[in-house]
Every structure is written in structure tokens, then in C-alpha cells.
């Protein structure tokens, strides 16, 4: 393994190759004064010169630089976007430095998600500012950032971690829509939420209308057709159905048993693309959202709920973290990956179900098909 020495304001790595060449110089000088060979000295020599001033020029350029390298910072300008959506990176308080030959100074700037999707950019302080595509979803959280001074022949390396060390995500990439999926006749849930205010029984003419064929016949006002000889309907003979509130949760427990680590990313991606289709389906009747591990449910408006999606990240159906509490007048559609097996003591799925109603969506990871809808109901809870 490499050698390294680290403190708060830097970190000094000592390579591979560095210990290698270090070796391969002191075997050359001893070997080569022991068997009276220049040759094999003179390469030696040259090794160890190299080395000597990789880490005098490195030491020499952290003291005169290590306040200007310490303030810099890395800044998205568009810190949040969906799939495919380029991004800007650009270095606050940038500047020429003054650099020896054969030393390399850059700003290394890696993000990483919760199940490990990583972003890594490099800027040269000179050129404060790069742009990259960002192909998956997900919420990107700091894991280096500072400058890095290194010589070229990558045998000594010295980083200066930034100031900034805010633990919030600072890159939010959306997912895009996923295919149509059908109306579901919910099950679970209650009835909160009507499409129009009720009406209550009525003979007066403003609360009636013309028969049209189709209208349900037991609704004809038959005194009103016997003043008028014109078939009438009582509108107000009737409430239109009630609909409840929908609250959509991501599963993103996956069976390592049935997906590999990139299939378990992806189908936990296509499961974030289809809550963002049930969120523009139901709009009016979106109650929130939530994901395994979120703890709370998110409510706010589409454009919010769809930000929202790029935190959901994969966890594997071994590890425990629980699906959040919901509203038991709400109905309930939790998207979640097909498994084979899964322990009730480590499934967020089925701990949720234990004390929940809840419409289940067993999505296929292929986008040719539907999802599957599993109806899953506390048994002691009717149906609405």
C-alpha cells in the first residue's frame, strides 16, 4: 500500500511507483558501489535525484501556496437537473499559481451518491471552469474536494482538502418520466377528497337536468316527466364517489439474489421514474411521497416531488431501513422490485405491510412491460 500522512490541512501520499523507484534507486547505488559498476550506480543516482526533488519542489510549493490552495472552493452553478443534463463547475477565488517543472497543480472535485454512484471532475486554477453530462439520477453528496499537487512522474502527491465541508447534497439529478402506467382502482385508503361537493335530495328544477341516453334510469324524475312530458334527471339524487388521497412510496430494497449491483441501480431508477408518472396521473390527489429510509413523507408541488425522486438510492434487501408512516385515510402505491425471498425482520416492505393497507406495484425492470399490481391489506382494515 501506498504511505501517507495526513492532518487537518493536508494529506501526503507517497505512491506505489514512488516506493518502487525509492527501492529499485537503493539497491542500484548499493549494488552497483559493491560491484564497482557506474552504470548500474549512475542509474541509481539519477532515481534518487528524481525523488529527492519531486518531494523538495512538492514541500517547497506547499509552503508558499497552502493559504491560496486552502481557499479555494468548488461551486455548481446548476446544482440541481435531471438525467442527461450537463452541469457547471466553476473554482471561487481562482488565480495563476506559480508552479516548478515537472509538478502538476489541480482542484479535484468527486461527489458520490448513497449507493455509491460517483462523479469526478478536475480543474486546472487557471481555467476555473468545466461542464460534464450527467447520465444517472441520484443525490450527490461531497467526498473529496481540494487541491491536489502532484509531480509527473506520480511519485508524491499532497492535497489540501477545501474549508467548504457542508454534509447537504450538492448535486440533485431528477429522473425522467417513466412509461404511461394505466389508472389503478385503488383499494386501500379512505375517502378524503371528492371531485365536487356533495348534493342533497331535491325536486327543485335548478337541481335538475334533461335525461341523455346513458343516464342511470332510476334517477329520472318521474312527477317532474308527468307535469312536463320531458324526461328529467334529479342531480342532486346522488354524490359523485369519493377519492382519496394518494401517498406513493419507492421500495428500493433490491434481492442482491436476482439483481446484480448496476441492475439493482438501474430498477431502483426505472421505480423512481414511474413514481414521477403516478405523481403527474394522480396531481391533484398527491398526498406526498417517500422512499425507504426517508423517515418523513415530501409534499409539495410536482416540480418538488419530482427533485425530491433524486434521493431514493438502492439498498440491498439484507440491510433493515423502514419505509415512513402514512395517513391511514390515504391510499397507498408502493412501487417495489420483484424478490425471491426476503426476511420479514429485515424487509421494509413487509414491516410497512404489517401495519398498513397499501396497493403494491411489483415493477418489471424491462421498460416493455407493466408493472404488476399486487393487492396487499391489513386484514382487519376494510376496503373503501
Same mark, same amino acid.
Given at each position: 500500500?501506498?504511505?501517507?500522512?495526513t492532518?487537518?490541512?493536508?494529506?501526503?501520499?507517497f505512491?506505489?511507483?514512488g516506493?518502487f523507484?525509492?527501492?529499485?534507486?537503493?539497491?542500484?547505488?548499493?549494488?552497483?558501489?559493491?560491484?564497482?559498476?557506474?552504470?548500474?550506480?549512475?542509474?541509481?543516482?539519477?532515481?534518487?535525484?528524481?525523488?529527492?526533488?519531486?518531494?523538495?519542489?512538492?514541500?517547497?510549493?506547499?509552503?508558499?501556496?497552502?493559504?491560496?490552495?486552502?481557499?479555494l472552493?468548488?461551486?455548481?452553478?446548476?446544482?440541481?437537473?435531471?438525467?442527461?443534463?450537463?452541469?457547471?463547475?466553476?473554482l471561487?477565488?481562482?488565480?495563476?499559481?506559480?508552479?516548478?517543472?515537472?509538478?502538476?497543480?489541480?482542484?479535484?472535485?468527486?461527489?458520490?451518491?448513497?449507493?455509491?454512484?460517483?462523479?469526478?471532475?478536475?480543474?486546472?486554477?487557471?481555467?476555473?471552469?468545466?461542464?460534464?453530462?450527467?447520465?444517472d439520477?441520484?443525490?450527490?453528496?461531497?467526498?473529496?474536494?481540494?487541491?491536489?499537487?502532484?509531480?509527473?512522474?506520480?511519485?508524491?502527491s499532497?492535497?489540501?482538502?477545501?474549508?467548504?465541508?457542508?454534509?447537504?447534497?450538492?448535486?440533485?439529478?431528477?429522473?425522467?418520466?417513466?412509461?404511461?402506467?394505466p389508472?389503478?382502482?385503488?383499494? /386501500?385508503?379512505? %375517502?378524503? $377528497?371528492? &371531485?365536487?361537493?356533495?348534493?342533497?335530495?331535491?325536486d327543485? *328544477?335548478?337541481?335538475? =337536468?334533461q @335525461?341523455?341516453?346513458?343516464?342511470?334510469?332510476?334517477?329520472?324524475?318521474?312527477?317532474?316527466?308527468?307535469h312536463?312530458?320531458?324526461?328529467?334527471i334529479?342531480?342532486g339524487?346522488?354524490?359523485?364517489?369519493p377519492?382519496?388521497?394518494?401517498?406513493?412510496l419507492?421500495?428500493?430494497?433490491?434481492?442482491?439474489?436476482?439483481?446484480?449491483r448496476?441492475?439493482?441501480?438501474?430498477?431502483?431508477?426505472?421505480?423512481?421514474?414511474?413514481?414521477?408518472?403516478?405523481?403527474?396521473l394522480?396531481?391533484?390527489?398527491?398526498?406526498?411521497?417517500?422512499?425507504?429510509?426517508?423517515?418523513?413523507?415530501?409534499?409539495?408541488?410536482?416540480?418538488?416531488?419530482?427533485?425530491?425522486?433524486?434521493?431514493?438510492?438502492?439498498?440491498?434487501? /439484507?440491510?433493515f %431501513?423502514? $419505509?415512513? &408512516?402514512?395517513?391511514q385515510?390515504?391510499?397507498?402505491?408502493i *412501487?417495489?422490485?420483484? =424478490?425471491? @425471498?426476503?426476511?420479514?425482520?429485515?424487509?421494509?416492505?413487509?414491516?410497512?405491510?404489517?401495519?398498513?393497507?397499501?396497493?403494491?406495484?411489483?415493477?418489471?425492470?424491462?421498460?416493455s412491460?407493466?408493472?404488476?399490481?399486487?393487492?396487499?391489506?391489513?386484514?382487519?382494515?376494510?376496503?373503501?
Amino acid at each position: 500500500m501506498s504511505a501517507s500522512t495526513t492532518s487537518k490541512r493536508f494529506n501526503m501520499q507517497f505512491s506505489h511507483l514512488g516506493s518502487f523507484l525509492s527501492l529499485v534507486a537503493f539497491l542500484s547505488i548499493i549494488a552497483g558501489m559493491f560491484r564497482h559498476e557506474w552504470i548500474l550506480t549512475m542509474v541509481g543516482i539519477i532515481l534518487s535525484v528524481v525523488i529527492i526533488y519531486s518531494i523538495s519542489a512538492l514541500f517547497f510549493l506547499s509552503v508558499i501556496h497552502r493559504r491560496r490552495f486552502r481557499s479555494l472552493s468548488c461551486r455548481i452553478l446548476n446544482p440541481s437537473g435531471v438525467c442527461g443534463d450537463s452541469v457547471t463547475v466553476t473554482l471561487d477565488h481562482a488565480a495563476h499559481f506559480f508552479c516548478l517543472p515537472a509538478l502538476i497543480i489541480r482542484y479535484e472535485f468527486r461527489i458520490q451518491t448513497k449507493d455509491k454512484r460517483t462523479l469526478f471532475c478536475s480543474l486546472n486554477p487557471a481555467f476555473p471552469k468545466s461542464s460534464f453530462k450527467v447520465a444517472d439520477r441520484g443525490a450527490y453528496y461531497r467526498l473529496t474536494d481540494g487541491v491536489v499537487l502532484s509531480d509527473t512522474f506520480g511519485i508524491l502527491s499532497v492535497s489540501f482538502p477545501s474549508l467548504d465541508q457542508n454534509d447537504h447534497a450538492r448535486l440533485l439529478i431528477s429522473p425522467h418520466k417513466g412509461e404511461q402506467i394505466p389508472e389503478i382502482s385503488l383499494q /386501500s385508503g379512505g %375517502s378524503t $377528497l371528492r &371531485a365536487e361537493l356533495p348534493r342533497t335530495k331535491t325536486d327543485d *328544477l335548478h337541481e335538475q =337536468r334533461q @335525461y341523455v341516453p346513458g343516464d342511470d334510469p332510476r334517477k329520472i324524475n318521474w312527477k317532474l316527466y308527468g307535469h312536463s312530458g320531458t324526461l328529467f334527471i334529479r342531480e342532486g339524487a346522488f354524490e359523485p364517489p369519493p377519492h382519496a388521497n394518494i401517498v406513493v412510496l419507492v421500495d428500493t430494497q433490491a434481492d442482491m439474489t436476482v439483481f446484480s449491483r448496476e441492475q439493482a441501480l438501474r430498477a431502483v431508477d426505472i421505480l423512481c421514474e414511474q413514481a414521477l408518472t403516478l405523481i403527474a396521473l394522480y396531481e391533484e390527489r398527491i398526498n406526498g411521497i417517500g422512499w425507504t429510509g426517508s423517515g418523513t413523507l415530501h409534499t409539495g408541488t410536482p416540480a418538488e416531488l419530482a427533485q425530491a425522486l433524486a434521493y431514493p438510492f438502492m439498498i440491498p434487501l /439484507s440491510e433493515f %431501513s423502514p $419505509l415512513p &408512516a402514512c395517513p391511514q385515510e390515504c391510499s397507498v402505491i408502493i *412501487l417495489a422490485l420483484p =424478490r425471491q @425471498y426476503e426476511d420479514s425482520a429485515t424487509s421494509s416492505l413487509q414491516q410497512f405491510l404489517s401495519t398498513h393497507k397499501a396497493d403494491v406495484l411489483f415493477s418489471h425492470t424491462t421498460g416493455s412491460t407493466q408493472p404488476q399490481l399486487r393487492r396487499a391489506m391489513k386484514p382487519d382494515r376494510p376496503a373503501r
